[in-house]
């Protein structure tokens, strides 16, 4: 009974930050060496209610390690309280959590097949990074270790290690990443989406155009014969018609193999 009452006692406590001359700095608190940011701030609801913030800093988002970084922490806290961009209140879903709600939305259910599908294995890449992690404390230094993992191929996802990917390919992961926490704040967990690494995407190669003189003789050496009588080309009369198809209505290749 007595080892319980001595742990109630000595148990974490919300205690105010003291300046260099031992002043309090009014809503700055500490509680196990973190410190917090104490407001009054309206709920949701509408109702007016003090809360407390855990204070980052605004560099890299990890907690503040001295009086300082909080205090200017606490400023911009302040700032957003004006501008109503406080976090909102509540516990946060988990990743996980959400990524499937978002993936059950009506929104995600209106995109196209194939863009559901990339979303999807997207999204659990994330999902295996992130781990249990809530939705508002998915900050940059995270989102930077995945860019960095997919990049150098060090990513693993249920015992599969990914190989070393394309900047193009990890960009659309990153917006994969970037919709789902979108669809977050019109739901409500979030307020702001965290700042996004930049990702270096090298441009297309110029490849040069074929002439008309040139696409003419493409679409003749289609149709050509070999020595023995038989097609150079297998499915020959298709292969020109699907030329002169892209060359007509300039859709991609893909794309065009899907029009009926």
Not at 37 to 64: A, H, I, M, Q, V
Not at 147 to 168: C, D, F, H, M
Not at 177 to 205: D, M, S, T, Y
Not at 219 to 226: E, M, Q, S
């Amino acid at each position: 009974m007595q080892s319980i009452e001595k742990q109630k006692v000595h148990a974490a406590q919300f205690i105010a930050a003291r300046d260099s001359r031992n002043r309090k700095i009014p809503g700055l608190q500490i509680r196990n060496g973190k410190y917090y940011g104490y407001l009054w701030s309206e709920t949701e609801t509408g109702k007016r209610t003090p809360r407390r913030f855990p204070l980052c800093n605004e560099e890299d988002g990890l907690p503040c390690s001295n009086t300082v970084e909080a205090k200017v922490a606490l400023d911009i806290l302040k700032a957003d309280r004006r501008d109503n961009k406080l976090p909102s209140s509540g516990r946060k879903p988990n990743f996980e959590s959400w990524k499937a709600q978002y993936l059950e939305l009506q929104s995600s259910l209106a995109k196209k097949g194939r863009t559901r599908s990339f979303e999807k294995e997207a999204l659990s890449r994330w999902a295996s990074h992130l781990g249990a992690v809530r939705l508002d404390r998915i900050l940059t230094p995270t989102i930077k270790s995945f860019i960095e993992k997919r990049l150098g191929g060090k990513l693993k996802v249920n015992g599969k290690t990914y190989g070393a990917a394309a900047p193009r390919t990890v960009a659309l992961d990153v917006i994969a990443l970037r919709n789902c926490l979108k669809q977050a704040i019109e739901a409500g967990h979030l307020r702001e989406l965290p700042r996004f690494p930049k990702i270096n995407v090298p441009p297309p190669p110029r490849r040069a155009l074929l002439s008309p003189t040139e696409f003419k003789r493409l679409l003749t050496a289609c149709l050509a014969i070999g020595k023995d009588g038989e097609p150079v080309t297998k499915n020959g009369e298709q292969l020109r018609d699907y030329l002169r198809f892209l060359a007509f209505c300039g859709c991609r290749e893909k794309e065009a193999l899907r029009v009926r």
